[in-house]
């Protein structure tokens, strides 16, 4: 007898040299998806966690809604916001590249999340951000050199030189710092929520993780504690279709969407266009809105694609097509924001090239500022002494001893 | 002062420092309606209310990765994990969240997580509820391991463990949880009535981290145990009929050094006694340490006395705990030896 069972393996749609293939991707069209009441039952609206709720069209122009109606003003400087997000990974993958900072990581491609979500919540809402929410940081106002100090492990990193580039984290920003464990994030932003609801606070939170970590126990930790005590989070898929090698069908991205997951437990879930600025917006101020109103959590989903590389140390050409980016039919969301703007006249092509110009100006401005403060092999540098602080809140004796220990090593007066 | 079990001690520590600040919550498994399956926290979900004793799915990564987050916005939960042999689970949350929170944020963050969790054998638990695993807590920079010995300790150490500002790690000793115990399991169970650390004060009192206790005081050999062992370590030094401190560290990180150095530059001679296996038990970092700060005063080699290396088992209980007789053979060996 020939055993029936077989092992299997998924299997990307297309491998380097082969034509780049989304026929996976199950999309629908702008303006399709109804918009419901924010207190809808959770079984009531399961469809959204199959279909995508989009706001442009492939013309730029929204409909249905779902269409936040925003602003050009707030429009313009969601795009202002993109691309400094954009000019900013520019200048620091090739400052790794030059071997000024050790490693990066780039959000090429899926800027609309971090910016659309963060200009939804409010500032009081506290953010526990992934590897690829540069955005979010920029959106509040850290500042583009204290991010760099950061990369850098210079004087000024607020992480002291603990952190490998781009673990940030601005405690007066209410955005908590990063870890380079996945998806650990996410039950404690349920936790922050929890605590928010104890104290009777109307903040809620929000979290971020790859469609890889969804693998994690930390996801289904998080989505069981939510379900549960109805926290007010938002817990966001960013479904950037590849885990470094690994295309999101081995996370069980392939019979059904990530935006699903918490439907067992009666989280609504919605899968949402992720290049899409209007639509990330609108479905965040919905969960948003449903969370303050106790209404619990909310999933979302976010269709987009990983532009780039997983990391400076990744080589995304040996295992997808290289134009793969060019053919993902949800495109790219700086083009299709600039695309809205220009169609409705609020926005032009040069004008579009002056301020990315701009903006590449800042950047630069900033990096040379950021690299005053001390590089890896030039400049100022931190004081080792404070390799041995902050592990407890008060130094305890062992450590004020091997801080000792290591100073004599060093022939550094105490 | 009242007579307390440990029990009772803990469930008053929680109850006083509930009392007192407002912002500690409590969340575990069945800690809440139930009050803890060791009744650790029992009544006060009706004294504090739902939302300050709170009932947690069963899931220990879950409980203490949202209790990080709790702290973090400015509550000071105290985390039930139900067997400290269920711990694992959360361990990434402990080891790379919990741990070092303070440390990778410049000094910014933190969550002041107190995880109080039973540990040890000795009451028919097998495998899966008899460990003890503090050795792989004390190698984490960035959390304090706490394992008290009698009732009174118990509360002061754990008022001072949830007001810490740094995470802390509480092992509750379940084989001492309702009266002390020798090592001798063929004895009635003692009551903590004859003990004097079960005479513990109704009110609130602290007991600072990293101090420890010398409940019996000799000069011709240190013993330096902590749990239930303090308990067995007494009453062999009776039955080996000799002089000798017994340490019990109370605290194993911070670890009270100078106390163990002053003994032991006293008497010449060690033995260490833990429940845990004794390859990478927190033994061997006792005995390396004290080799590093009393070499020159050791007259014998450091004895070591510990569980087996096998899993915790049930048949054989009391041949793998280390009772009264391993120690005894190991004060002989210590006292020999030249």
Sequence with gaps: MTPKSRLYIPQPSARPGEAPDFSYLSLSEAGAVARPDTDVPARDIENMAHELVRVLDDDGIAQGEWNPDLAPAVLLEALRLMLLTRQYDDRMRRMQRQGKISFYMESLGEEAVSIGQGMALETSDMLFPGYRNQGLFILRNTSLVDLMCQCLSNTRDMCKGRQMPIMYHNKKGNLFSISGNLATQYPQAVGWAMASAIKGEEHISASWVGDGSTAEADFHYALTFAAVYHAPVILNVVNNQWAISTFQGFAGGERRPFAARGLGLGIPGIRVDGNDLLAVYAVTRWAAQRARDGGGPTLIEHVTYRGGAHSTSDDPSRYRPKDEWEAFPLGDPVQRLKQHLITNGHWSDEQHAALNQELKETVLAAWKEAISFGTMTEGPKLDVREMFDDVYAEIPEHLKRQRQQLLAIKGISQ | MSQMTMIQAIN????????????????????????????????LQAKYGEHRVIDAPISEGGIIGSAIGIGVNGLRPVAEIQFADYIYPGLDQIVSELARLRYRSGGEFFSPVTIRTPCGGGIRGGQ???????????????????????????????????????????????????GPFDGDPDKPSQPWT?????EVPDEYYEIPLGKAALVEEGNELSIITYGTMVHVAQAAVRKAGISADVIDLRTL?????????????????????????????????????????????????????AGWETPYPHAFEWDYFPGQDRVVAGIRNVMESL
């Design chain 2, 12 to 43: 008053s520590a929680l109850d006083a420092v509930m009392e007192k600040d407002p912002t500690v919550i409590i969340l575990g498994e069945d800690v809440g309606y139930f009050g803890g399956v060791f009744r650790c926290t029992d009544g």
């Design chain 2, 128 to 178: 899966t509820h008899s460990q003890s695993p503090e050795a792989l807590f004390t190698h984490i920079s960035g959390i304090n391991t706490v394992m008290p010995s009698n009732p009174y300790d118990a509360k002061g150490l754990l008022i001072s463990a949830i007001e810490s500002d740094d995470p802390v790690i509480f092992f509750e000793p379940k084989r001492i949880y309702n």
């Design chain 2, 194 to 198: 004859t003990h004097p650390g079960g």
């Design chain 2, 253 to 305: 990180v911070p670890l009270d050094i100078a106390t163990l150095k002053q003994s032991v530059e006293k008497t010449g001679r060690c033995l260490i006694a833990h429940e845990a296996s004794k390859f990478c038990g927190f033994g061997a970092e006792l005995a390396a340490t004290i080799q590093e700060e009393c070499f020159f005063h050791l007259e014998a080699p450091i004895e070591r006395v």
